[in-house]
């Protein structure tokens, strides 16, 4: 998946999800302070990104990285990470 294909994918969900206006959901635009998300909606937020991209948010390995996604990039960041290929030990293989 290039870039642009994860952001429009973003972009899709916030919309869907939360009623957003598209030009509304620039890379730097604040999802509480622009946006007027709420706590609740963070919550759903994540579910709506698990089910949209097929990976599980891990309490407590992703707990402090969710509590400090701010903006529409900071999404894309976030799940760039949770995309990338986990190395396997080769006790694990």
């Known amino acids: 998946m290039t870039e642009p294909e994860l952001v429009d994918r973003v972009k899709r969900v916030l919309v869907d999800e939360f009623e957003l206006e598209e030009p509304d959901l620039h890379a730097q635009a604040n999802l509480y302070e622009d946006l007027g998300l709420d706590s609740l909606d963070s919550v759903d937020l994540v579910v709506a990104?698990?089910?949209?991209?097929?990976?599980?948010?891990?309490?407590?390995?992703?707990?402090?990285?969710?509590?400090?996604?701010?903006?529409?990039?900071?999404?894309?960041?976030?799940?760039?990470?949770?995309?990338?290929?986990?190395?396997?030990?080769?006790?694990?293989?």
């Open 49 to 93: 990104l698990e089910k949209e991209f097929d990976f599980k948010v891990v309490r407590a390995v992703d707990e402090e990285k969710i509590r400090a996604i701010r903006t529409v990039d900071d999404i894309c960041g976030f799940i760039v990470q949770k995309m990338k290929p986990v190395a396997v030990r080769p006790e694990q293989a």
